[in-house]
């Protein structure tokens, strides 16, 4: 049997805000140079660590908080865990003090100014073999300033990290998988000629690596904190942080749909309130997306889908299912997350999902094509449905650039979500009401998104130098 390297939880994590590649990725990077340390029985020599950064991450680190993720990784904490609320106090402490502690044990001496270098002008570490636009090389020395151990890591999309020259291997690697499968056509055929839909052949697999219980309950906990994340979203107000003072806009907007809501229901049932405004699903799909990634933006606790980026598409369409279509159930939402998971396995381990390497097409649009197709499963639709579906999400997304302004997980992503979410439910539309087939193929389009970012120019591709970025210098 065939191994794949992608889970399931592998794309969908719990951490926070704001960037899966320049946030969650550095994070861990730093915990596993921290660890490693400790493994080669270096910890309590080190004196000094020096962090540097290239490429993207240097260019757009400060406003995608890659300079406090090292901080917190080297200090062992990790973004599934860590309370947001005392993020700033432990950053207060190192930068008043002039030191941190790694592991929380070993103290050494970092000063950020002086210790965390940004290479804005240099793509990659000097001599990696690995070739990826987000890389973070780090340095321990000794009392003397001799150099103990240095490794350079890449955060290649979505959380996950690699050291130079080594190839992405994920828990899916521990043990052969049942339905391995490595492109859309394969896991068609593979569905197909066993009678199963493409959501039996994910948990398939995902039961070869834990408990049939242990999947469920873990999925079912990922869609609680997407739901929670949607509700502090939608009850916090205020101006999002770092400068642009972007204001939160999810709160009022849910405000408004409640009232008008109510107001149509004091006289007629739901069905009529909705028959008074048959648009008002579209309009709190676009309130779900912008309410998580606000809270994204604010460094708050969100599912990575697959990056932080995009991480406002997938819940908004899973709310958007568990609210507006009947019949809408657990089993449902089950169907929705396997299949959309096997649709960014697809991505994941025949493109890229990092907005440094391909665009924002790697990240809102593998994020809509994920969340079209895992509607169209929910809803029933068959595995062809579903890769049409997911076909046509990508499709209209392909050529996204990625150019935050100011380096800021805000400026247009925020909206981006929104119109990703609002795309994904009618490209599900459009495949399940589809009765001839469809000329492209997912692999095709899947092909030609990474073609397509490979050949885009390095200053669309999230390091805030053209576009949006450049041509829009205040807000």
């Given at each position: 049997?065939?191994?794949?390297?992608?889970?399931?939880?592998?794309?969908?994590?719990?951490?926070?805000?704001?960037?899966?590649?320049?946030?969650?990725?550095?994070?861990?990077?730093?915990?596993?140079?921290?660890?490693?340390?400790?493994?080669?029985?270096?910890?309590?020599?080190?004196?000094?660590?020096?962090?540097?950064?290239?490429?993207?991450?240097?260019?757009?680190?400060?406003?995608?908080?890659?300079?406090?993720?090292?901080?917190?990784?080297?200090?062992?904490?990790?973004?599934?865990?860590?309370?947001?609320?005392?993020?700033?106090?432990?950053?207060?402490?190192?930068?008043?003090?002039?030191?941190?502690?790694?592991?929380?044990?070993?103290?050494?001496?970092?000063?950020?100014?002086?210790?965390?270098?940004?290479?804005?002008?240099?793509?990659?570490?000097?001599?990696?073999?690995?070739?990826?636009?987000?890389?973070?090389?780090?340095?321990?020395?000794?009392?003397?300033?001799?150099?103990?151990?240095?490794?350079?890591?890449?955060?290649?999309?979505?959380?996950?990290?690699?050291?130079?020259?080594?190839?992405?291997?994920?828990?899916?690697?521990?043990?052969?998988?049942?339905?391995?499968?490595?492109?859309?056509?394969?896991?068609?055929?593979?569905?197909?000629?066993?009678?199963?839909?493409?959501?039996?052949?994910?948990?398939?697999?995902?039961?070869?690596?834990?408990?049939?219980?242990?999947?469920?309950?873990?999925?079912?906990?990922?869609?609680?904190?997407?739901?929670?994340?949607?509700?502090?979203?939608?009850?916090?107000?205020?101006?999002?942080?770092?400068?642009?003072?972007?204001?939160?806009?999810?709160?009022?907007?849910?405000?408004?749909?409640?009232?008008k809501e109510s107001s149509h229901q004091k006289s007629a049932d739901r069905q009529d309130a909705l028959m008074l405004?048959?648009?008002?699903?579209?309009?709190?799909?676009?309130?779900?997306?912008?309410?998580?990634?606000?809270?994204?933006?604010?460094?708050?606790?969100?599912?990575?889908?697959?990056?932080?980026?995009?991480?406002?598409?997938?819940?908004?369409?899973?709310?958007?299912?568990?609210?507006?279509?009947?019949?809408?159930?657990?089993?449902?939402?089950?169907r929705y997350f396997l299949t959309s998971a096997a649709i960014?396995?697809?991505?994941?381990?025949?493109?890229?999902?990092?907005?440094?390497?391909?665009?924002?097409?790697?990240?809102?649009?593998?994020?809509?094509?994920?969340?079209?197709?895992?509607?169209?499963?929910?809803?029933?639709?068959?595995?062809?449905?579903?890769?049409?579906?997911?076909?046509?999400?990508?499709?209209?997304?392909?050529?996204?650039?990625?150019?935050?302004?100011?380096?800021?997980?805000?400026?247009?992503?925020?909206?981006?979500?929104?119109?990703?979410?609002?795309?994904?439910?009618?490209?599900?539309?459009?495949?399940?009401?589809?009765?001839?087939?469809?000329?492209?193929?997912?692999?095709?389009?899947?092909?030609?998104?990474?073609?397509?970012?490979?050949?885009?120019?390095?200053?669309?591709?999230?390091?805030?130098?053209?576009?949006?970025?450049?041509?829009?210098?205040?807000?």
């Amino acid at each position: 049997m065939r191994l794949m390297n992608t889970s399931l939880f592998d794309l969908y994590k719990i951490g926070v805000g704001p960037s899966s590649s320049h946030t969650m990725g550095p994070m861990r990077a730093a915990r596993r140079f921290a660890l490693e340390l400790r493994e080669d029985g270096l910890l309590d020599r080190v004196a000094r660590v020096i962090a540097e950064l290239y490429g993207s991450l240097a260019l757009t680190g400060i406003g995608h908080g890659t300079n406090r993720a090292v901080l917190l990784g080297l200090a062992g904490e990790q973004a599934r865990t860590i309370d947001p609320d005392v993020i700033e106090s432990k950053l207060e402490e190192v930068r008043s003090t002039g030191a941190l502690y790694l592991l929380g044990s070993k103290r050494v001496a970092f000063r950020e100014a002086d210790d965390l270098i940004f290479h804005r002008d240099i793509l990659y570490p000097e001599g990696a073999r690995t070739q990826h636009p987000n890389g973070l090389r780090l340095t321990a020395l000794d009392e003397r300033g001799s150099a103990l151990k240095a490794a350079v890591y890449f955060s290649i999309g979505g959380g996950f990290i690699i050291a130079d020259g080594e190839e992405f291997a994920g828990p899916a690697l521990s043990r052969p998988l049942p339905f391995p499968f490595k492109s859309a056509a394969e896991l068609l055929e593979m569905a197909g000629g066993r009678g199963m839909c493409i959501s039996d052949v994910m948990l398939a697999n995902e039961c070869a690596l834990r408990s049939a219980d242990e999947v469920r309950a873990g999925i079912l906990e990922i869609w609680s904190v997407m739901r929670a994340c949607m509700e502090r979203g939608m009850a916090t107000e205020g101006i999002l942080p770092g400068g642009l003072k972007v204001r939160r806009r999810a709160a009022a907007l849910a405000r408004r749909l409640t009232a008008k809501e109510s107001s149509h229901q004091k006289s007629a049932d739901r069905q009529d309130a909705l028959m008074l405004d048959p648009l008002a699903p579209l309009d709190w799909l676009t309130v779900y997306a912008m309410a998580v990634n606000e809270e994204n933006a604010a460094g708050g606790r969100v599912v990575t889908a697959p990056t932080n980026g995009a991480a406002g598409v997938v819940p908004a369409v899973a709310q958007y299912y568990w609210r507006f279509t009947e019949g809408a159930d657990e089993d449902g939402l089950l169907r929705y997350f396997l299949t959309s998971a096997a649709i960014g396995v697809l991505y994941k381990e025949n493109a890229s999902i990092s907005g440094a390497e391909v665009g924002c097409q790697g990240e809102v649009g593998v994020a809509c094509s994920m969340a079209a197709g895992g509607l169209a499963a929910a809803l029933g639709g068959s595995n062809e449905e579903v890769e049409h579906a997911a076909e046509i999400g990508m499709e209209h997304n392909l050529g996204m650039t990625c150019d935050p302004i100011a380096g800021l997980v805000q400026i247009p992503c925020i909206e981006r979500n929104a119109m990703g979410a609002m795309k994904a439910v009618q490209a599900c539309r459009m495949a399940m009401n589809e009765t001839e087939g469809h000329k492209v193929s997912l692999d095709q389009v899947i092909r030609t998104m990474y073609l397509t970012g490979l050949d885009m120019q390095s200053r669309y591709k999230e390091t805030s130098l053209a576009g949006l970025a450049l041509n829009i210098i205040e807000c």
